[in-house]
Structures are given as C-alpha cells and as structure tokens.
T-cell receptor
Framework: GEDVEQSLFLSVREGDSSVINCTYTDSSSTYLYWYKQEPGAGLQLLTYIFSNMDMKQDQRLTVLLNKKDKHLSLRIADTQTGDSAIYFCAENNNAGNMLTFGGGTRLMVKP | DTEVTQTPKHLVMGMTNKKSLKCEQHMGHRAMYWYKQKAKKPPELMFVYSYEKLSINESVPSRFSPECPNSSLLNLHLHALQPEDSALYLC??????????????FGPGTRLTVL
C-alpha cells in the first residue's frame, strides 16, 4: 500500500534555512504537496510539485523531488518565527483524487 | 479566491445531541471532502462527494451523516457521538475527483468536543 513518512520534529534558529524531508512508496504518485498547519487551524496549501519535475521554487520555498529515491524535501530559506507549524507532505496518484499524508513534521523556530 | 469556509469554529455537544457542521466554497469546485484529524496526527479521510453525489465513505460510523445540498455546500450531521469522536473536522474541495489529479484546498476546521 501507499506509505508516506516524515521525521517528527525539526528545530532551527531564526534566519537559518529549514529542510523538511519526506519519503513515499507509491511510484505512481503524480503530484506531491506540502501543507502547513498552524496550531488550531486548518491546512494551508504551501506548494506542490508534479512528478516530472525535479525542483520548484516559490519565494522562500524550494521543493526538491528525487523520484528515483522517492524522496521529497521542502527548504524554507531565512526561516522566521511565523514559520513555526506542522508541515505535512502528501502524495496524490491518478487513481482518483485521494491524498495520502505523512505524519507531519513539527518545525520550531527559535528567535 | 481559494477559500473554503467552515462553521462553527468550535462546537461542544453532549452524546445525546444532534448538531451539524457546515462547509462552503465558491470556487466552482465539484468535489468536496470531510476529514477527521486527531491531535498530532494527519487528517483521515471520511467522505468524498463528487458532483453532489457520495463517492467515497471510508467506513465511517452511521452517527456521522454527510449531506451535499448543492455544489457549494457540504454538511456533516452528527448524532449520538462518543467522546472519542472529539477532533478537528476539516472540509476540503477540489475541481474534480476520480479522473483528474487536482489540488485540495482545506477550510479552517471545526474543533468538536463531545462530552
């Protein structure tokens, strides 16, 4: 079956870069997503990447996809305290529009 | 506009109460979803509606009853819930379901507490 895994926790200092990693097993994944969830809030779509891409950059966010190793990462440049949240990666394959979520990575940004 | 709205923001109910959660989107999306999220866990899919018809029911207990009165609205009717049903209930929508891969946009959620 499908499985998406993330590390549980990441702590960085304000101004540093953060890298959140994700691995997945479903080779038929067509889109991979990063969602951000602040305490008590819903999921905010941050960015997504299509499986035929290696990299996507959007302002402070850089997504890297290694399809061979089934590894996805999200780099946040110049991390701010407002970036503190839980980050979920999710995959979506073309067998319908079902998302499989990773367990989430809690990012803590220290001032 | 990529906004999905949900009401109420918080809900406290007893095990004998009947209540409803509401979700609305005006993006012209034809697929809408209900998820349940427990603390420190990812969202778990409950139901999917496509073109106002129920497409997926992930073996959800019958005390949760979804309804899609039109393409913009999605309700979740609650009856005889248990304390373990306390969670954040998230609604999402996407352009379509089942044919094209499409991005899901989430609402802010309803925090439900069952006493």
């Amino acid at each position: 079956g499908e499985d998406v895994e993330q590390s549980l926790f990441l702590s960085v200092r304000e101004g540093d870069s953060s890298v959140i990693n994700c691995t997945y097993t479903d080779s038929s994944s067509t889109y991979l997503y990063w969602y951000k969830q602040e305490p008590g809030a819903g999921l905010q779509l941050l960015t997504y990447i299509f499986s035929n891409m290696d990299m996507k950059q959007d302002q402070r966010l850089t997504v890297l996809l290694n399809k061979k190793d089934k590894h996805l990462s999200l780099r946040i440049a110049d991390t701010q305290t407002g970036d503190s949240a839980i980050y979920f990666c999710a995959e979506n394959n073309n067998a319908g529009n079902m998302l499989t979520f990773g367990g989430g990575t809690r990012l803590m940004v220290k001032p | 506009d990529t906004e999905v709205t949900q009401t109420p923001k918080h809900l406290v109910m007893g095990m004998t109460n009947k209540k409803s959660l509401k979700c609305e989107q005006h993006m012209g999306h034809r697929a809408m979803y209900w998820y349940k999220q427990k603390a420190k866990k990812p969202p778990e899919l409950m139901f999917v509606y496509s073109y106002e018809k129920l497409s997926i029911n992930e073996s959800v207990p019958s005390r949760f009853s979804p309804e899609c009165p039109n393409s913009s609205l999605l309700n979740l009717h609650l009856h005889a819930l248990q304390p373990e049903d306390s969670a954040l209930y998230l609604c999402a929508s996407s352009h379509s379901f089942g044919g094209l891969v499409d991005t899901q946009y989430f609402g802010p959620g309803t925090r439900l507490t069952v006493l």
